[in-house]
């Protein structure tokens, strides 16, 4: 009998592993998309850039420092990303770009569906975040702003 149960929790283990981490790369991924909010690529990210789109960066204040998209205004999801704080940077209605590191992040996941249920509607979630920004060869900031 202990070996069908420890067999059953076995491959419960395994489909759970599956459900929580990609196949192909053996690492967690984000949504690709969020209810409420309209993912972005890469392309559509940086033409919202260059249009003067706010963007939300919600890494650690360590990361942020080190380096990050030119203009995003940090907000670490642990710790600043509430909705008065998000609300002295944009409004209700207002489009805005939310990123963290990139697919293998949860952060700006996290974000899009918190800034959702504060009831922001022009929610641009950037799934592919800072890792595709820098590796395209964009430019970046470092500092605080």
């Known amino acids: 009998m202990n070996l069908i149960l420890r067999n059953i929790l076995l491959i419960s283990s395994l489909f759970f592993y599956n459900y929580l981490f ?14 409420g909010t309209e993912t972005v690529d890469l392309q559509q990210a940086k033409i919202m850039h260059a249009n003067g789109v706010k963007f939300i960066d919600v890494r650690s204040s360590r990361q942020y420092i080190k380096r ?16 008065k704080n998000l609300l002295k940077h944009v409004k209700y209605d207002e489009p805005f770009v939310v990123y963290c590191n990139g697919a293998h992040c949860s952060l700006s996941y996290k974000a899009a569906t918190k800034a959702v249920s504060w009831g922001f509607t022009q929610i641009k979630y950037y799934r592919d975040g800072f890792r595709a920004w820098r590796k395209d060869g964009n430019p970046l900031e470092y500092g605080v702003q």
């Open 68 to 83: 990050h998209i030119p203009g995003a205004i940090q907000l670490y999801i642990n710790d600043g990303f509430d909705e």
């Open 22 to 35: 990609a196949e192909e790369s053996g690492q967690w991924l984000s949504p690709e998309t969020v209810e």
